[in-house]
T-cell receptor, first 115, second 115 residues
Framework: DAGVIQSPRHEVTEMGQEVTLRCKPISGHNSLFWYRQTMMRGLELLIYFNNNVPIDDSGMPEDRFSAKMPNASFSTLKIQPSEPRDSAVYFCASSLGLAGWETQYFGPGTRLLVL | KNQVEQSPQSLIILEGKNCTLQ??????????LRWYKQDTGRGPVSLTI?????NTKSNGRYTATLDADTKQSSLHITASQLSDSASYIC??????????????FGKGTKLSVKP
């Protein structure tokens, strides 16, 4: 059974360019989470969806960040325009539901470097 | 302010030895506490989850303890193996109703097991 799939695994871009990160959750999971991880700040929750609907985007750092979930099997996180401080590893995770005891399953992450 | 503090930041031990990682939290209200293991270059994987009423929970050679009165948790690793080299992240859920949207992450302890 495939886990959470993220693409690309690595992305190097120049400041000002648009970056799109993609995620396919585990089939049957109806909750999806986007995280950012840096050495300084650790893991930070950016936004999460339930049944394809955004529930809380208060973690999104600024308007340059946007996320969509057009269907149950696909989500994107877009940064436009990108800045060097956006360099981080971005994780997507999915779970069966939003209940606090549900386990989140993380993808392998996208390592983003903005020059 | 809700915070999760982990110690030590990093730890080096010899293969076969035991070790204990600490997690202190100033979070209220408290719903549950989870330990994740994150191998280098991969997403976090859940090891254990503990609720208010649980004091100890084991997962193979990993044993987590929780003292809700002192707001402390520990993760004990017995007879360490090289594959235990990873970062261990403590996560506290503040939502007493049980939603996933109020997770407070520690910055992790980086464990290196040497032969």
């Amino acid at each position: 059974d495939a886990g959470v799939i993220q693409s690309p695994r690595h992305e190097v871009t120049e400041m000002g360019q648009e970056v799109t990160l993609r995620c396919k959750p585990i089939s049957g999971h109806n909750s999806l989470f986007w995280y950012r991880q840096t050495m300084m700040r650790g893991l930070e929750l950016l936004i999460y969806f339930n049944n394809n609907v955004p529930i809380d985007d208060s973690g999104m750092p600024e308007d340059r960040f946007s996320a969509k979930m057009p269907n149950a099997s696909f989500s994107t996180l877009k940064i436009q325009p990108s800045e060097p401080r956006d360099s981080a590893v971005y994780f997507c995770a999915s779970s069966l539901g939003l209940a606090g005891w549900e386990t989140q399953y993380f993808g392998p992450g996208t390592r983003l470097l903005v020059l | 302010k809700n915070q999760v503090e982990q110690s030590p930041q990093s730890l080096i031990i010899l293969e076969g030895k035991n070790c204990t990682l600490q997690c202190n939290y100033t979070v209220s209200p408290f719903s549950n506490l989870r330990w994740y293991k994150q191998d280098t270059g991969r997403g976090p994987v859940s090891l254990t989850i503990m609720t208010f009423s649980e004091n100890t929970k084991s997962n193979g050679r990993y044993t987590a303890t929780l003292d809700a009165d002192t707001k402390q948790s520990s993760l004990h690793i017995t007879a360490s193996q090289l594959s235990d080299s990873a970062s261990y992240i403590c996560v506290v859920n503040t939502n007493y109703g049980g939603s996933q949207g109020n997770l407070i992450f520690g910055k992790g302890t980086k464990l290196s097991v040497k032969p």
